[in-house]
């Protein structure tokens, strides 16, 4: 698959998403979670590394068997049928749209739940600014896992690049997430797996947030403060994210498992609810940098070719 078609897929998908969101829960999310239920079931409580396997390299697999036979036409159909299915701004955005909506009505309840919902924790004791700094670090790093994450993979690897990382997401919250319902090693090792998988894409994330926002700030605070976090994906995307807007950030455990020592990250003052909208702007600067960094090279390609 070309890198001009791939541009053209994703560029179709982002505007299709913004027509017509797709109903995530009921459309990937539930047929995932019954069928890893099914392959887990099949393999045993006991094999649960190997359900991962089926589950995600089974999946890439058949997904790219599927788009090696297809010829050119379908094949970019299925990357568009596949982007869609996996990539999305509105995915879980509208949580951060109605936190930011109940905070500017002074709806602190709402937004307490509606953060309560999202991030899969309880927040009662919270005041409206953590609960926008709160908001706008996982806004982050959804916008890495369910935008820019998608995008490194597919452009690596076509259709099942895309595939193999939502996959990979998908079993890293079902099962080593705050809601996970595996309680032993296999959800360290779901982690680990995606740990590794969104290394690379989570780096090429944070110099994204970095042109889209202040630079220097930004590679400061990945450099020298995201060390220090024990949830090394997240710091880099938060921390990178914090310096690009010019706000202090911090709500990753400084000693894992302990909620009580926190760690700040950024600079400049404390994010609140007034910076909320910036955070969007700074993803959709970072997405408008990579669709023109990734039109360049194509055209590079082209022209080369």
């Known amino acids: 698959m070309t890198l ?4 053209f897929s994703l560029v179709l998908v982002l505007l299709l998403e913004q027509v017509r969101p797709l109903p995530v829960k009921r459309v990937v999310l539930d047929p995932l979670r019954a069928l890893v239920s099914r392959i887990s079931g099949a393999c045993g409580h006991g094999h ?20 090696w036979l297809l010829p050119l036409l379908a094949g970019a159909v299925l990357a568009v049928v596949v982007l869609y299915l996996t990539m999305g701004f509105r995915h ?14 002074q709806e602190l309840g709402a937004a307490r739940r509606l953060l309560a919902e999202w991030r899969g924790r309880e927040y009662e004791d919270a005041d409206a600014d953590e609960v926008a700094r709160l908001a706008i670090e996982h ?11 998608v995008i490194f993979w597919f452009v690596i690897l076509g259709p099942c690049g895309a595939v193999m990382y939502r996959l990979a997401r998908f079993l890293h919250d079902e099962w080593g997430g705050p809601g996970g319902g595996i309680q032993d090693g296999y959800g360290q090792f779901a982690r680990h797996a995606f740990f590794v998988i969104d290394w690379l894409p989570s780096r090429m994330t944070a110099i994204l947030f970095a042109i889209g926002g202040n630079f220097e700030d930004a590679l400061f605070c990945w450099r020298a403060q995201s060390v220090l976090w024990p949830d090394r994906g997240n710091a880099v995307l938060v921390a990178s994210g914090a310096g690009a807007l010019g706000l202090r950030l911090g709500s990753i455990p400084g000693v894992e498992g302990n909620d009580a020592e926190v760690l700040d990250v950024g600079v400049g003052d404390k994010a609140g609810v007034d910076d909320m909208q910036a955070t969007i702007g700074l993803v959709w600067r970072a997405l408008i940098v990579c669709l023109v960094l990734l039109a360049l090279t194509a055209v590079a390609v082209w022209v080369g070719g």
Do not use: Q, Y
């Not at 590394?49 to 997904?63: I, K, P, Y």
């Open 48 to 67: 649960m590394r190997l359900a991962w396997g089926l589950t995600v390299l089974g999946g890439t697999a058949l997904c790219a068997l599927a788009a």
């Open 4 to 7: 001009l078609l791939m541009l």
């Open 92 to 105: 879980e955005s509208h949580f951060f749209t109605d936190i930011h909506l109940a905070l500017r009505m």
């Open 139 to 149: 806004a982050l790093v959804a916008a890495h896992r369910n935008v820019f994450g």
